[in-house]
Nanobody, 122 residues
Framework: QPQPVESGGGTVQAGGSLRLSCTGTGNTFSAAWFRQGPGKEREGVAAIGRLYGAPHYADSVQGRFIISRGGDALYLQMNNLQPDDSAMYYC????????????????????WGHGTQVTVSP
């Protein structure tokens, strides 16, 4: 079963870039990135279905973030980072396939990593 482990977080200035990595997602599972800022609910950032197909993105990151996967690893290239992107970023994997109306639902993913912190300074 998947055992996601995230890495690549850090502190950058606004406008900068970071690349997050997650190993252990399995190459036959749907996989996603979520984030949770202080005092906020966990929200979906981007996802790829287990049957691959087009990736899904939150409106707030569309055009700035790129999700990709290779083998059992999942990646998130984050460009033009802004202070509102500061959060703990979590990698998740789940067996069910996903769709535009379901990819952001936490219940779709049974396997979660412990998170990696991203901080964007003004």
């Amino acid at each position: 079963q998947p055992q996601p482990v995230e890495s690549g977080g850090g502190t950058v200035q606004a406008g900068g870039s970071l690349r997050l990595s997650c190993t252990g997602t399995g190459n036959t599972f749907s996989a996603a990135w979520f984030r949770q800022g202080p005092g906020k609910e966990r929200e979906g950032v981007a996802a790829i279905g287990r049957l691959y197909g087009a990736p899904h993105y939150a409106d707030s990151v569309q055009g700035r973030f790129i999700i990709s996967r290779g083998g059992d690893a999942l990646y998130l290239q984050m460009n033009n980072l802004q202070p509102d992107d500061s959060a703990m970023y979590y990698c998740a994997a789940g067996y069910p396939d996903i769709s535009p109306g379901t990819w952001y639902r936490l219940g779709k993913y049974a396997y979660w990593g412990h998170g990696t912190q991203v901080t964007v300074s003004p």
